[in-house]
């Protein structure tokens, strides 16, 4: 069932801002259950990335943080959208590029992280990992 703004699953009801926040803490308790220390930035910093995480004695890693509620045919599985930014002129004007994780939360609350290095032959979507 739809909620908000065509929001469904664990987003129904919740505003965009609130579906956003919902990402940003779910990383966050990704990551700190893996080992990491979770350093968000401040809202809307127009960066390529939502979150540094870092282990002691490792170098940071830049974390993007994405959520989805878009379903593929068949409404098994969810996409997650590459491209973020705005048209100019009906040209797309920003691909991020500048992260090494990309983390995703799906409308049924599933998480899928990939790395840059496995997302470089994606150029729209990605599906969620099941």
Do not use: R
Not at 60 to 87: C, E, F, M, R
Not at 96 to 110: E, I, N, S, T, W
């Amino acid at each position: 069932m739809k909620g908000k703004a065509g929001l469904i699953g664990i987003f129904e009801d919740m505003t965009k801002n609130q579906k956003t926040q919902m990402g940003v803490a779910k990383a966050q308790v990704y990551f700190t259950q893996l080992g990491y220390i979770c350093h968000p930035t401040p809202p809307d910093c127009q960066c390529d990335w939502d979150m540094i995480i870092a282990k002691p004695n490792t170098a940071p890693l830049k974390v993007q943080i994405k959520t989805t509620g878009n379903a593929v045919s068949g409404g098994k599985n969810y996409a997650v959208g590459l491209k973020d930014g705005h048209y100019v002129n009906q040209s797309w004007v920003k691909t991020p590029k500048d992260y090494d994780v990309l983390y995703a939360l799906d409308a049924d609350g599933d998480e899928s992280v990939w790395t840059q290095d496995e997302l470089k032959n994606y150029k729209h979507s990605v599906h969620m990992k099941k």
